[in-house]
């Protein structure tokens, strides 16, 4: 077939994409940080009513979404962390 592109025979073919596991595993360990970050914040950030919304995001939103939306939810609580952190660093 004319255009046709044949690998060379030295180099095992690429595997471009991840797994299902090694992705939520990746998902799960960054999860894991974002709690450890969370519970080592002061006794002023626990006051203040994002740290519960943070709480809220890394267990029943993240557990209650899809593997594709879990990013996201770890990206918005990783932002509401760091605004705890400024916050508690301001007073």
């Known amino acids: 077939m004319?255009?046709?592109?044949?690998?060379?025979?030295?180099?095992?073919?690429r595997r471009s994409r991840i797994g299902f596991r090694e992705r939520y595993d990746e998902i799960e360990a960054r999860r894991a940080a974002l709690v450890a970050r969370l519970t080592s914040l002061g006794e002023t950030a626990r006051r203040h009513p994002?740290?519960?919304?943070?709480?809220?995001?890394?267990?029943?939103?993240?557990?209650?979404?899809?593997?594709?939306?879990?990013?996201?939810?770890?990206?918005?609580?990783?932002?509401l962390i760091d605004i705890l952190e400024k916050l508690t660093s301001i007073t």
Do not use: E, H, M, V
């Open 50 to 79: 994002g740290y519960r919304r943070a709480f809220t995001l890394l267990n029943a939103t993240f557990r209650r979404s899809k593997l594709a939306q879990r990013l996201a939810i770890l990206q918005a609580a990783a932002w």
């Open 2 to 13: 004319p255009g046709r592109r044949i690998p060379p025979l030295d180099q095992p073919p």
